[in-house]
T-cell receptor
Framework: GAVVSQHPSWVICKSGTSVKIECRSLDFQATTMFWYRQFPKQSLMLMATSNEGSKATYEQGVEKDKFLINHASLTLSTLTVTSAHPEDSSFYIC?????????????FGPGTRLTVT | AQTVTQSQPEMSVQEAETVTLSCTYDTSESDYYLFWYKQPPSRQMILVIRQEAYKQQNATENRFSVNFQKAAKSFSLKISDSQLGDAAMYFCAYRSGNNDMRFGAGTRLTVKP
């Protein structure tokens, strides 16, 4: 099956610094990628949708200047949390859609745990 | 806006027994997809089963089957012959066309040996 990787799987950073999370589709071209945020014991909340070569579309309430998303190629999207604060600590999950299939299957990465101290 | 509701925060089942997880959704679309995902402690999202709204036949995948009631906007998941490895969070999800996927709040399933 299709594989989506995320790097790093766990990152700890100091308050005020920025951290970048990478999401890669390993064996398919991802025309669309999604970034979700999941707090403990809660569901996945969509943060933004990005299409290759276009600006990301952010969900209401998500600060686009704080969560920078770049989808520069059909296999790579990055999420940069700028000036991170402890309240940004969460589990971030990316998902990639395979534009080559009729149903446009969507595959999930293993997630990245961000801890801001 | 589309919403997905899972009314059971927690469910428990005895090993080898059958359990049904409930999900309802709200939409004005006629063409959409419904999904059940499993999230084990590793937190990797695993697709359990998918249903296309235009299909009347309920989807099945081995021990997993759904009861899709389009008019009632209901999409329940039945797990037969429950196994210890089935213990996880289960999320019901909705997607309209090529739009984004929306998730329910989740149901934590415990399997008792």
């Amino acid at each position: 099956g299709a594989v989506v990787s995320q790097h790093p799987s766990w990152v700890i950073c100091k308050s005020g610094t920025s951290v970048k999370i990478e999401c890669r589709s390993l064996d398919f071209q991802a025309t669309t990628m999604f970034w979700y945020r999941q707090f403990p014991k809660q569901s996945l909340m969509l943060m933004a949708t990005s299409n290759e070569g276009s600006k990301a579309t952010y969900e209401q309430g998500v600060e686009k200047d704080k969560f920078l998303i770049n989808h520069a190629s059909l296999t790579l999207s990055t999420l940069t949390v700028t000036s991170a604060h402890p309240e940004d600590s969460s589990f971030y999950i990316c998902s990639a859609r395979d534009g080559g299939t009729g149903v446009a299957e969507q595959y999930f990465g293993p997630g990245t745990r961000l801890t801001v101290t | 806006a589309q919403t997905v509701t899972q009314s059971q925060p927690e469910m428990s089942v005895q090993e080898a027994e059958t359990v049904t997880l409930s999900c309802t959704y709200d939409t004005s679309e006629s063409d959409y997809y419904l999904f059940w995902y499993k999230q084990p402690p590793s937190r990797q999202m695993i697709l359990v089963i998918r249903q296309e709204a235009y299909k009347q036949q309920n989807a099945t995948e081995n021990r997993f089957s759904v009861n899709f009631q389009k008019a009632a906007k209901s999409f329940s998941l039945k797990i037969s012959d429950s196994q210890l490895g089935d213990a996880a969070m289960y999320f019901c999800a909705y997607r309209s066309g090529n739009n984004d996927m929306r998730f329910g709040a989740g149901t934590r399933l415990t399997v008792k040996p």
